[in-house]
């Protein structure tokens, strides 16, 4: 099974992640894995951080000679700014862990609680998210993202200017973002068991991505306020194409399957929690009215949250792949593939 598990702090030494489950013979180089991490640490409205850091990925075991060996993959992501680790916070910040996680875990000193919450975590899931796109690339199976709007702007003109406000008058911004995965064979997931239904695992990957909260499969929200005459996709065949449809409101998720056409995924993340203008809050310890904290913080994160949901995404179809075609080696992967598509022509 292909999984992975993370471990490192926003201003600690390093990111930390084990890949487990990745087949053998894949090439794989680091330059596969920083090609993804530089796309994160772009976009407009992003903070001071992200000229200090460029993040590069040390692979530290599971490739010999440029090819994935079948055994866990370690990688390592060094910080470069790591200045903040010692000093203790106790302001509360609205919209983060810090109230939650402080009370919970017993914490005095909130910088043990922000310093994982933070999305700097999400750096070693694009690791891992390169990884699993480099898979799918094999079988011609590709992921791009697109911001759809920032503060209701859809131009992109427009929305960098709101970005440059926001700015500028101490504020922040959210917005939506899409993903679309192109190239799925018809089949993966399931809909025998609520747990193994794609569309449920998507929701959950893009879910876990620090401020997205709402996740919308192709047209889910438009549709619920059409009559069903309008918001299924008809089915037509042909020889050429096979099965096909006109229309892809399902977002090429059907009973938890993919159905052959392009998935589509929408999230709304919400404005950055961090405001250069300070929300009102309480100390911890005094339980005194005072300004949340501020420390180094993006304006606006849909840009890079797009990136991270590309990654998400390929990580859960690249273990529904390795699910229904056996997860050994490229070779047996792509026989057993091949196999399955001539069935689909019969
Ligand atoms: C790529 C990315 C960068 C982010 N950068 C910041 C930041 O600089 N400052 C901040 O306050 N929140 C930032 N956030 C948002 C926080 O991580 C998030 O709001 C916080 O974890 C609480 O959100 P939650 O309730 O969804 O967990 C960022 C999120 C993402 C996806």
């Known amino acids: 099974m292909f999984r992975y598990l993370t471990a490192g702090e926003s201003h600690g030494s390093a990111l930390l992640t084990i890949l487990e489950g990745c087949p053998a013979n894949l090439s794989l180089s680091e330059e596969d894995i920083n090609r993804d991490l530089e796309r994160r640490q772009k976009g407009h409205g992003r903070g ?3 000229k200090i850091e460029a993040d590069k990925a040390e692979i530290v075991s599971g490739v010999r000679n440029g090819k994935t060996m079948g055994s866990p ?16 916070v106790t302001e509360l910040r ?18 043990n609680i922000l310093e994982r919450a933070s999305a700097r975590e999400t750096t070693a899931r694009v690791a891992v998210g390169a990884i699993a796109k480099k ?29 440059d406000m926001a700015k500028e008058a101490g504020d922040t911004l959210g917005g939506v973002f899409e993903v679309t995965v192109t190239g799925v064979p018809v089949g993966l997931g399931t809909h025998v068991h609520w747990d193994r239904r794609l569309d449920a695992n998507l929701a959950r990957a893009i879910m876990g991505i620090p401020a997205v909260k709402g996740v919308e499969i192709g047209n889910g929200f438009t549709v619920a306020s059409l009559p069903g005459s309008k918001a299924h996709d008809e ?7 096979g099965f096909y449809r006109k229309t892809n409101n399902a977002g090429g998720l059907e009973g938890g399957m993919t159905n052959g056409e392009p998935i589509i995924i929408n999230a709304a993340v919400k404005p950055i929690a961090t ?3 300070p929300l009102k ?8 009215a005072t300004e949340a904290l501020v420390e180094r913080s993006d304006v606006c994160a849909v840009e890079p949250a797009a ?3 590309e990654s998400v995404v390929a990580i859960e179809l690249a273990k529904a792949m390795l699910e229904k075609f056996g997860a050994d080696s490229i070779e047996d992967i792509a026989a057993a593939y091949k196999n399955y598509l001539l069935r689909l022509t019969k």
């Open 307 to 309: 990136i991270i949901g």
């Open 135 to 163: 898979l799918l690339s094999e079988f011609k199976i590709n992921i791009f993202s697109e911001v759809l709007q920032i503060a209701g702007k859809t131009e992109e003109k427009e929305w960098k200017k709101a970005i």
């Open 235 to 241: 089915i037509f065949y042909n020889k050429e194409k």
């Open 94 to 111: 609205p919209g983060h862990a810090d109230l939650a996680g402080a009370l919970k875990y017993n914490q005095k000193d909130v910088r």
């Open 281 to 288: 809050s309480v100390d911890l310890i005094t339980k005194k």
């Open 48 to 50: 001071e951080r992200m």
């Open 275 to 277: 405001l250069k203008k």
């Open 73 to 88: 993959i370690g990688l390592r992501i060094p910080n470069k700014s790591t200045e903040f680790f010692e000093k203790s």
